[in-house]
Structure formats: structure tokens, C-alpha cells
């Protein structure tokens, strides 16, 4: 026998029953398919009971009282904390910033005209160059699925497509012995032109990035160091390239790590031509 | 605009139990949910006007639940060490399993058939507020569902065979 009104039962009809949620003409209609086919409604009714103890079985999770953190004020209070913070960090920011700015201002107008250019240029250069690379941290280093482009699996292909994009030969230096790990690397957009980042891990997963791109500047600088909320970096501009390590971590813990780059890249510069990396 | 604690509190009875079935753990359970409200909190003005509330915090818990669970598999999982199951003990009586424990058995079914079966039997979702939560269309969520019952009932028909399997 099958459904006496016209229309085959279907599917999402038999859930429906299971659900209790069909009504009328069409509940009729699959009762009627169903005392044809008995086995069908025993699983049916099956599905029925299975739903009915799922239920019961959560029902008091449902009735428990909500924890305290998990009411809205409270959350709403621990947003709003946050957002102070970040707000407050970017006011940091803007502040070494303009610090950074007025001192270059400042002493070139102590220093007279003709070192005017290279305050104004050197100045920004490491600043934007960091402000790049403190960024593009951000963004990678709470990224789980892909937090790198090419996996340091295939460092030499990195290592080459990198320094081709950045038209200077590059390294991913061996961080080995400050406890990171290559995991890879990513080509970025910075400015006009492109940058490199290199990330590194250590053993309790903390990861540390190398910036590397090109900076308007020219001449070298000293070593810079950058605490932004809890991120710091030290960056330095060399031979036309700036270079910004990056990481959470105390200063005395990041400085080695730079000063281990630098020298890295030093010797790259000075015997690239002919070595094979 | 109505305030949106007014609109969320009652529904957080529900997402913590949701979440619970998910994850098995009641802490666990219970980030999931705040995790599941800050982001509600952060995104509030970007909710469409006349949605359905319930199904976009279940959309959001669900996707925070699925990323996690991604990276608890590239970090490896992580299990207390009383609750960590010891190897050679006997296992949990047959009779556990054959009897009622329909959420242990529920356990063994892919996350999107576990998610159906919770949103459509125990938070009474409507078939169309449960084809949004899963990204999915009604069609392929009622042949879903469909299928998600009839795993369950395998399960726990196999209960036993699939336990001794399991302890092999």
C-alpha cells in the first residue's frame, strides 16, 4: 500500500515525523506509508526514543546556573578593559613616534641644513620599516592554518624565490642556537616595492620573525628597539635593506637573536657572489 | 536598539549545553561559550537586523569549535591524565553502552552529523535555521539528518562489537 493522497512521502518528511514537527494532511499521509511498512516505523520510532533520552541526557546542562564569566556584563567589562589597552598602545606608538620625529627635527635643526635630508630620511625609514614588520607579526604569528607561504621544507626554494623578489641575496640564518626553528617564510607588500618575512619557532611555540625589505633610508643605523604592546623588535637598516627582528620577548632575550642576524647578513653581503648557500 | 544582554542572556543556557555535547568537558565547554559572546559582542552591529539570533551564535560556536579542533589535532589532543582512558583496563561495562548512553554514542559520529543531531533534536532548531548554522542546503541537511539517525542507531546496535573493536 502506499500513501493515499497523491503525493509520495518523503525523505525530509520521515525526519519531520522523528521531530514531531509535521502536522495534518501530511503526518496522515506518512502514517499511512508507515503502517505499510513496519520495519521503517520501528526505526523511526527508534530515532524517536534516541532523541528523547540525547534530551534528557543534556537537560541539566541547560538548567545549571550560568557561570559569572560567562554573563554579559562581565564580558562587556573584560572588552572594554581590552580595548583601553589597545587604545593605550597605540597611543604609545604615536608617541615614540613623534618623539622620534621632533628629536630628528629637533637635531637637524641643531645640526644645520645640509643634514637635514638624512635626519628626515633615516628617521621615518626604520620607523615604518618596523611598523611594517610589528604588523605583519601580528597578523602571522596567531595565524594556525597557514603561517607561512613555504614551509621551511623547502628552504633553498624560499631562500632563492625571496631573495629574487627582493632583488638582494638573502639567508634564513640558523637560529638554532637561540632555541628557534625556521617554519618558513612569506613574501609581503610593503610600500612600492616587497618584503620578506622569515618566521622561526621555538620549542614552546612562541614564534619570532625576520623582516626583511627594502628602505628608502640608504645608510646603515644602529640598532633600534620597539616594545609595541607586548611584541618588541630591533631594527636596523643596512646597505639599503631594513632588517627588523620580532618577537615577544624581553630586549636582553631579543638583542643576541639581532646581533646573530645582522652578522648573518653581513657576511651574506660581503661573499654572496660566489657562495653557495 | 534593544540591548544586547537583554538578547543574549537567555540564549547562553543553550549555547553552553550545545557546546558540552561538542566538547565533553565543562570548561572547555564553557570558553567555548565566552569565546562564542565576545565575538557576538564585537560583531553586534554587523548582525543583520531580523536574523535569527540563535542560529548565528550557534554558527559562530560551531566555527569556533571546528578552527580549535583543528589546531587541538596539529598540537595533538589534549587529555588530562586521570581521565586518559589506561591501557588494558577493561573497558566501560557492555551494558554502558548497549543500555543508554546515547551521548557517548553520539561521540563517535563526524562533527556535522553530532551538530545535526544536537541543533535539530535537542535545541529545536527549525531545518532552515539548521541549514544556515552548517552552511548547507535544506535539501542535503534533511538527507544529513537523515543519515546522522541512522549512524546513531548503528552505533549503539553495534555498541558492542564497535567497543571491542575500539579496545583491540
Given at each position: 500500500m502506499t500513501a493515499p493522497t497523491g503525493i509520495p512521502v518523503g525523505e525530509d518528511e520521515l525526519q519531520a515525523y522523528v521531530d514531531r514537527r509535521l502536522t495534518g494532511e501530511r503526518l496522515a499521509a506518512v502514517e499511512a506509508h508507515l503502517a505499510a511498512n513496519p520495519d521503517l516505523h520501528e526505526q523511526l520510532l527508534a530515532d524517536r526514543?534516541?532523541?528523547?533520552?540525547?534530551?534528557?541526557?543534556?537537560?541539566?546542562?541547560?538548567?545549571?546556573?550560568?557561570?559569572?564569566?560567562?554573563?554579559?556584563?562581565?564580558?562587556?567589562?573584560?572588552?572594554?578593559?581590552q580595548l583601553a589597552g589597545a587604545l593605550l598602545r597605540v597611543a604609545a606608538v604615536v608617541?615614540?613616534?613623534?618623539?622620534?620625529?621632533?628629536?630628528?627635527?629637533?637635531?637637524?635643526?641643531?645640526?644645520?641644513?645640509?643634514?637635514?635630508?638624512?635626519?628626515?630620511?633615516?628617521?621615518?625609514?626604520t620607523a615604518t620599516v618596523t611598523q611594517g614588520a610589528v604588523a605583519a607579526y601580528r597578523t602571522f604569528v596567531v595565524e594556525v592554518a597557514h603561517p607561512v607561504e613555504v614551509d621551511a621544507k623547502q628552504e633553498a626554494h624560499l631562500v632563492q624565490w625571496?631573495?629574487?623578489?627582493?632583488?638582494?641575496?638573502?639567508?634564513?640564518?640558523?637560529?638554532?642556537?637561540?632555541?628557534?626553528?625556521?617554519?618558513?617564510?612569506?613574501?609581503?607588500?610593503?610600500?612600492?616595492?616587497?618584503?620578506?618575512?622569515?618566521?622561526?619557532?621555538?620549542?614552546?611555540?612562541?614564534?619570532?620573525?625576520l623582516y626583511v625589505r627594502q628602505a628608502e633610508g640608504g645608510s646603515e643605523t644602529a640598532f633600534r628597539f620597539l616594545r609595541e604592546g607586548d611584541t618588541a623588535s630591533f631594527a636596523w637598516i643596512d646597505q639599503g635593506f631594513g632588517f627588523v627582528v620580532t618577537s615577544v620577548a624581553a630586549r636582553a632575550e631579543l638583542l643576541p637573536i639581532a646581533e646573530a642576524v645582522y652578522l648573518r647578513f653581513e657576511h651574506t653581503e660581503e661573499t654572496s657572489p660566489t657562495r653557495k648557500n | 536598539?534593544?540591548?544586547?544582554?537583554?538578547?543574549?542572556?537567555?540564549?547562553?543556557?543553550?549555547?553552553?549545553?550545545?557546546?558540552?555535547?561538542?566538547?565533553?568537558?565543562?570548561?572547555?565547554?564553557?570558553?567555548?561559550?565566552?569565546?562564542?559572546?565576545?565575538?557576538?559582542?564585537?560583531?553586534?552591529?554587523?548582525r543583520r537586523d531580523g536574523g535569527d539570533l540563535r542560529a548565528w551564535l550557534f554558527t559562530i560556536l560551531r566555527n569556533l569549535h571546528i578552527n580549535a579542533y583543528r589546531r587541538?589535532?596539529?598540537?595533538?589532543?589534549?587529555?588530562?591524565?586521570?581521565?586518559?582512558?589506561?591501557?588494558?583496563?577493561?573497558?566501560?561495562?557492555?551494558?554502558?553502552?548497549?543500555?543508554?548512553?546515547?551521548?557517548?554514542?553520539?561521540?563517535?559520529?563526524?562533527?556535522?552529523?553530532?551538530s545535526l543531531l544536537l541543533l535539530v533534536g535537542v535545541e529545536d532548531l527549525s531545518y532552515e535555521a539548521a541549514a544556515r548554522v552548517l552552511g548547507l542546503p535544506l535539501g542535503t541537511v534533511m538527507s544529513r539528518l537523515s543519515r546522522a539517525r541512522q549512524k546513531l542507531r548503528t552505533v549503539l546496535e553495534m555498541g558492542r562489537a564497535t567497543l571491542l573493536r575500539r579496545v583491540k
Open positions: 526514543r534516541l532523541r528523547g533520552t540525547l534530551r534528557g541526557q543534556l537537560e541539566a546542562k541547560a538548567n545549571e546556573p550560568v557561570p559569572a564569566r560567562l554573563r554579559i556584563a562581565n564580558i562587556r567589562a573584560g572588552r572594554r578593559a608617541a615614540i613616534f613623534v618623539a622620534g620625529a621632533g628629536g630628528g627635527w629637533y637635531a637637524a635643526t641643531l645640526q644645520g641644513p645640509a643634514r637635514v635630508q638624512t635626519a628626515s630620511l633615516q628617521t621615518p625609514s625571496l631573495s629574487r623578489r627582493l632583488g638582494r641575496p638573502l639567508v634564513a640564518p640558523d637560529l638554532s642556537q637561540h632555541g628557534y626553528k625556521l617554519m618558513g617564510g612569506r613574501l609581503l607588500p610593503a610600500g612600492s616595492g616587497q618584503a620578506a618575512q622569515f618566521m622561526y619557532d621555538d620549542q614552546s611555540g612562541k614564534r619570532l620573525t | 536598539m534593544a540591548d544586547p544582554g537583554a538578547l543574549l542572556e537567555p540564549l547562553i543556557p543553550s549555547l553552553r549545553r550545545y557546546a558540552y555535547a561538542l566538547v565533553r568537558d565543562h570548561d572547555a565547554a564553557d570558553d567555548l561559550v565566552q569565546d562564542t559572546l565576545e565575538r557576538a559582542l564585537s560583531r553586534w552591529l554587523l587541538g589535532r596539529r598540537q595533538g589532543t589534549h587529555v588530562p591524565f586521570d581521565l586518559a582512558p589506561m591501557p588494558g583496563t577493561p573497558a566501560t561495562q557492555d551494558s554502558a553502552l548497549e543500555t543508554r548512553d546515547v551521548l557517548a554514542a553520539l561521540d563517535q559520529l563526524p562533527e556535522e552529523q553530532k
